[in-house]
């Protein structure tokens, strides 16, 4: 079996001099990270951490994520990034599933200190503490990572992937967006405790010896910005809200429209990607942005367009060549239909739940394809075949026995001239069982009201689609990788 630390140690070790990655303000080179790898290595082994063991990091993004995740590795264990944000509840849920070796983290948190062993250091770190953890039964060694996810229920499932996943994953990615070289640098940005920011922006790049300019995460922007200002990224791999917010910030005379656009690959993922975002990329930046697709139980990428040249505008791209993949109704049947739910079977799908068998059977078949639960459209264009995804099931609205789908309301909301953005939701209804809601976000100092919203969507939709109601907000809820939460804005318009 093809380990990660196989393949990414003897690129570090090709030309040790060479920057590797940049971190605030000032680049380090390969040596330096090999260094902290082995620090890491020795603390880590001397505390007692062996084979099948796993650590728990809650850290932002810094050296030491790539570092330890190569210590781990070459000792055999299993790398488990979590949110320290994720709340209590959540963490100590996670946190019994994992049984970690111990918990570095930036700060103590002593609800679990009382009961997992708990190091805490900075993110400037290059050398780890001694300390002991605590030995547990080990789990299979294939597995290289274990992420936390709550998916649509808003419980904590613990995902576990194997080295063969984020090879094959790493690779077709890659592969599918073949202008990435190992001559790039990568803007490292996305949160690490998601399998997004951890596999494609971290990882990826250090499997082809690319560089990487870290910034510990998005808030405040700062860091990011001079990221982009003073490196030369060529591929940033981002949430559709990362990516307008900077698209935005050039549109305001904040930041020089050439600091975007000498990137030359712009993919986001993790969310629907707003439509006015293509064509105000265009006009500022001078090039469009693509959009991908995935999940945490895919390692993640499922999706993605392979240039903005050849790229079909709301679509997620192609799947990725080493999945098979078919359509299902929303009741499991097999369908020859050219829309449906989408099932992938393959290389980058995770072996099962961690622990949780029941879990595991519900989203797959008996065939071992497994259920995405997003909703699609195929379509072929110049001989390919392309996705669309409608949305979530779990999203989809139905009005009076009419299945309403909610990108695409909000597709043509965001055409209305001072819409910038357009979330539609469920809302309980009586009579039809759910009527659509939608959140709209205003382009600045418009005046529109509720009224002018739903007379513009009658114009442009079959009436059960229309929007009954329309509330006005200036931000969305986000959740820690900035994807809109959409629980949060359902359960505001049921009234909860």
Known sequence: MERLENIIIPKLSEDTS???????????????????????????????????????????NSPLIPALSLAVWKLGGIFCPLNERAGLESLTGTLELIKPFAVIAEHEIPELAKTWPFLTCDLDSVSLPAFTGKTQTPEPDELAVIFATSGTTGLPKAVPLTHTNLISNCRDTNAMVSSINSDDTFLTVLPNFHSFGYTVTTILPLTIGARLAIAPSFLPPSVTIRAIVEVKIDVMFVVPAIASFLVMNVEKGKLPPEALSRIRVICTGGDKLNPNLHKTAMKFLGRDIMEGYGLTETSPVVCVNHDCEHQQIGSIGPVLPSYEYKLKTREGQDTDEKEGVLWVR???????????????????????????????????????????VLDRVTDIIIVGGFNVYPQEVEKVLAEHPDVRQAVVVGMPHDINGQIPKAYIMLEEGAKTEERDIIRFAKEHLAHFKVPRRVEFVTEFPLSGTGKILRRVLRDRAAGK
């Open 18 to 60: 060479a920057n590797l990655y940049w971190w605030d303000g000032k680049w380090y080179t390969r040596a330096d990270l090999l260094g902290i790898v082995s620090n890491c290595e020795n603390v880590l082994r001397n505390a007692g951490f062996s084979r099948g063991q796993r650590l728990v990091v809650m850290l932002k």
């Open 346 to 388: 393959g290389p980058s799908v995770t072996p099962g739940y961690l622990h949780a068998p029941e879990i595991t059977a519900e989203r797959f078949d008996a065939d071992g394809f497994f259920n995405t639960g997003d909703y699609v459209r195929l379509e072929t264009h110049d001989g390919e075949e392309f996705v669309y």
